[in-house]
């Protein structure tokens, strides 16, 4: 039983490893595939000039194209879309009536929130003082201009050398993790049990590994230590260490 216990701990360390290593790797490929978007569209303008790309939003219509090493965008605020202050306005004439209208009224709600959410989050906020009118301009999750009124254009100019363009995007892939498990043998104590190492560095077939240690005839614990391996195939390696404990060992190892 104690033998078993001490395999589970050990199990549970490899998967809480393996797991935060994949995850780590998926978020990298993330990261890399949501920056790049944006990068290849200016490259490809830069590498064009004077094409002219046209996007849609749920808010706008967006026109950018490159001349002279600077960006030229062009965004309309479409007239029908739910801008802060349309979805505003429907809000309130919907209250008027609040049985009729209480499904679309919860629909607006959501909508207004939504673009409140977008606009206190947004990195960049400018305010367009027109007499008695005013006019506030933000900047949303995707990096494009819009407002929180509907029928506005917007014309932006920014200096292609400020956006940083991709030379090479290489999808991340899972190395060598320089774990090892196997056995080991105390020439100390003339105990015997299983261990978990971490490969520091190697030179040609020897390695300096840093190991967890489990006895698995006293099982008082777990046990640190530092072993010199040498590979005897692709995957297996024998080595010598010392614990803590100034305990000497003797270990065969599997790599993965």
């Known amino acids: 039983m104690k033998i078993l216990k001490a395999i589970l701990v050990i199990v549970i360390i490899l998967g809480l490893a393996f797991g935060g290593y994949k995850g780590y790797l998926a978020y990298q490929n993330w990261q890399q595939v949501e920056k790049s978007q944006d990068k290849l569209l200016i490259e490809s303008l830069k590498a064009n000039e004077g094409m002219v790309v046209e996007l849609t939003t749920e808010l706008a219509k967006i026109k950018k194209k490159v001349i002279s090493d600077t960006l030229k965008e062009t965004i309309v605020i479409k007239e029908e879309a739910p801008t802060y202050e349309s979805t505003k306005e429907e809000l309130i004439e919907l209250r008027k009536d609040p049985e ?17 959410d977008e606009f206190q989050e947004s990195p960049d906020k400018i305010l367009i003082n027109m007499g008695e009118e005013k006019i506030v301009i933000y900047e949303d999750g995707e990096g494009n201009l819009v407002s929180l009124e509907s029928g506005i254009t917007i014309t ?9 363009i991709p030379i090479e995007e290489k999808e991340l892939e899972a190395t060598d993790w320089d774990f090892k498990f196997g056995g080991y043998y105390d020439l100390t104590e003339k105990d015997y049990g299983l261990m978990l190492s971490k490969e520091i560095f190697s030179i040609k077939s020897y390695n300096l590994n840093v190991s967890l240690l489990s006895d698995l005839k006293s099982l008082e614990g777990f046990n640190l230590g530092a072993n010199i391996n040498y590979s005897l195939k692709s995957d297996l390696e024998f080595g010598v260490g010392i614990t803590i404990d100034k305990t000497y060992f003797m270990c065969l190892e599997y790599s993965f």
Not at 100 to 116: D, G, P, Q, T
Not at 156 to 164: A, E, F, G
């Open 100 to 116: 009729v209208n209480a499904e679309k009224i919860e629909i607006a709600r959501i909508e207004l929130e939504k673009r409140m």
């Open 156 to 164: 932006r100019h920014k200096d292609v050398s400020d956006i940083p």
